[in-house]
């Protein structure tokens, strides 16, 4: 059974940091790329990065480019999601998901729901003003 687990959520003040891990298991994902996207309320859940299997390749959504960096440890099926100079614009629910591997990994392609498998439930970070 394909489980995805994100952790590191949490309260912090303007112009801090946090990272976000994601744990996926239940099956090799070491050729998979994977993605964090983010929902805060009333709003579209919305695409913030994505990272091909090999790390070799990262996308950024334009209102986290700079200050947020996606990387992996591929044999571990873990990613991480360094978040800083945090604004109180980037409150939400954070999900991680596994990129299908049928589907070509494009600049167009990450930023859509559609071109995700699976999903983990999410983890809540707040950012105080």
């Known amino acids: 059974q394909v489980q995805v687990v994100e952790s590191g959520g949490g309260l912090v003040q303007a112009g801090g940091s946090l990272r976000l891990s994601c744990v996926a298991s239940?099956?090799?994902?070491?050729?998979?790329?994977m993605a964090w996207f983010r929902q805060a309320p009333g709003k579209e859940r919305e695409f913030v990065s994505a990272?091909?299997?090999?790390?070799?390749?990262?996308y950024y959504g334009d209102s986290v480019k700079g200050r947020f960096t996606m990387t992996r440890e591929t044999n571990k099926n873990t990613v991480y999601l360094q978040m800083s100079s945090l604004e109180s614009e980037d409150t939400a629910v954070y999900y991680c998901?596994?990129?299908?591997?049928?589907?070509?990994?494009?600049?167009?392609?990450?930023?859509?729901?559609?071109?995700?498998?699976?999903w983990g439930r999410g983890t809540q970070v707040t950012v105080s003003s």
């Open positions: 990272i091909s299997w090999n790390g070799g390749d990262t």
């Open positions: 998901a596994v990129h299908s591997p049928t589907l070509p990994l494009t600049s167009r392609g990450v930023v859509a729901r559609t071109s995700y498998d699976y």
């Open positions: 239940g099956r090799t994902f070491t050729t998979y790329a």
